[in-house]
C-alpha cells in the first residue's frame, strides 16, 4: 500500500479517493484530524478493505514509526500541513510545528523504515512531498512563470515554513538518498475544499447573504487547478517522477481575484435567477505582505512525463459550484463554532476598514 498523510484534508481526500477508484493498490491515510479534516468527506470508504485510516499527528516519531513497520508501505505521499496563509499570519509557530519539524519527523521515521528494507525495495521506495508555488515568492505583471529553477523567495510565514520543509525533504536526498520527488502546485480548487480558502468562502457567502471580502484592490493573480488535475499529476510524478527532482504543477489559467468572484457570482446567479450576488462583493482590507502574483510553466513536467491539466477553469468553476450547491450537509458541518471564531478573527476588523 500507500501512505498518504494528511488525507483528510482538500486535497488529500480528493487524492484517496481517485486513487481507490484507479488503483487495487491500498491506501494508509495518517491525519491528526485538525480543524481542516472531515473525515466524514471519506465515509464512502468505510466498507472498502483497502482503506486504512488513522489518527496520528506526523510529528509523534514513535506513532510514524511503529505505522511503518505495521504497514510498510511502499511509498509514502505527503500533503499534511497546516495551509491557510491568513492563519499563518496570525499565529505562525503551528505552521513551523507542522510543516517543518512535523515534515522532518515524518521523514526521519521514513529513512529508518527505507534503510531497513532489501535493496530491491529500496530502490523502489518513494517519498512524495506535496508543497506549493508560494516558496517561490512573488511576480511582477510581466514576469516569466515559475520554473523549477526558480529562485525560493518565501513571503509568509506559511511559504517559509513549506519553503523549509522541502529544504529538508531535498537535503535527505542528497545526504542519505532516499527516493524524494517534490511537487510545487499553484492555487487548487473543487469539491470539499474547506471554505476558508477563496473560492469555497466565497460561494458559502454568497448563499448565505454575507459580504463577499475582496482583499484588498482585487488585482491580485493565482494561476488556478482543478483538484483532480493535481491529483493526476502527483499519481504521474509518483508513478515515474525521477528521484532528487522538482516538478512544477500549474492550471494555464491566470485570473485576478476580482475576475473570480465575478465569474462565482455570475454561476450562482445562473443557479438563482433574480438574485444578484455581485452586490455583496465588499472591498477589505489587504493581506499583510500579500504575494501579487503566481504563474506556473510546467512544461518540464509535459515533456518528460506527458501530464498536462484536463479541466478548464470555466469548466471546474462550474463543476465546483454545482457540487456546494449539491452539498449543504457537508458544508454545515464544516462551519462549526471554530470556524465562526476564526471567521470573527479574521473578517471582523476587516469589514469595518474599506480597502484604500
Ligand atoms: P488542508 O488544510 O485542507 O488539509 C491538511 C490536512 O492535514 C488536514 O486533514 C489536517 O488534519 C492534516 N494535518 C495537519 N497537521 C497535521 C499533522 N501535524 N499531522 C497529521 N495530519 C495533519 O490542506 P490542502 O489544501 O489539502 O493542502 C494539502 C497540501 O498541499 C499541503 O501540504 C499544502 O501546502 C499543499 N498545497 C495546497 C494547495 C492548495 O491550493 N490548497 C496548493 C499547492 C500545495
Ligand atoms: O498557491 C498555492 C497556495 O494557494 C497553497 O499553497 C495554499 O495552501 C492555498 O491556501 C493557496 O494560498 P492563497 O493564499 O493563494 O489562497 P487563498 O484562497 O487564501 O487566497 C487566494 C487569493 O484570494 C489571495 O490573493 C487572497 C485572496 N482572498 C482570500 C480570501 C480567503 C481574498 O481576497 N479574500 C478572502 O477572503
Known sequence: MILVTGGCGFIGSNFILDWLAEHEEGVLN???LTYAANPKTLASLADDPRYVFVRADIGDRAAIAALFAQYRPRAVVHFAAESHVDRSIHGPLAFVHTNVLGTATLLEACRAHWQGLPAAERAAF??????????????????????????????????????????????YFHTYGLPVLVTNCSNNYGPRQFPEKLIPLMIVNALAGKPLPVYGDGHQVRDWLYVSDHCSAIRRVLEAGRPGELYLIGGDAETTNLDVVHTLCRLLGERRPGQDFAAQITHVADRPGHD?????????????????????????????????????????????????????????ARLGVAAS
Do not use: C, M
Open 30 to 32: 495518517v491525519d491528526a
Open 292 to 348: 501579487r502574483r503566481y504563474a506556473i510553466d510546467f512544461s518540464k513536467l509535459e515533456r518528460e512525463l506527458g501530464w498536462r491539466p484536463r479541466e478548464s477553469f470555466a469548466s471546474g468553476l462550474a463543476r465546483t459550484v454545482q457540487w456546494y450547491l449539491d452539498h449543504a450537509e457537508w458544508v454545515a458541518e464544516v462551519q462549526s463554532g471554530a470556524y465562526r471564531d476564526w471567521v470573527d478573527k479574521n473578517y471582523g
Open 126 to 171: 518513494r517519498f512524495l512531498h506535496v508543497s506549493t508555488d508560494e516558496v517561490f515568492g512573488s511576480l511582477g505583471p510581466n514576469e516569466p512563470r515559475f520554473t523549477e529553477a526558480s529562485q525560493y523567495q518565501p513571503n509568509s510565514p506559511y511559504s517559509a515554513s513549506k519553503a523549509g520543509s522541502d529544504h529538508l525533504a531535498r537535503a
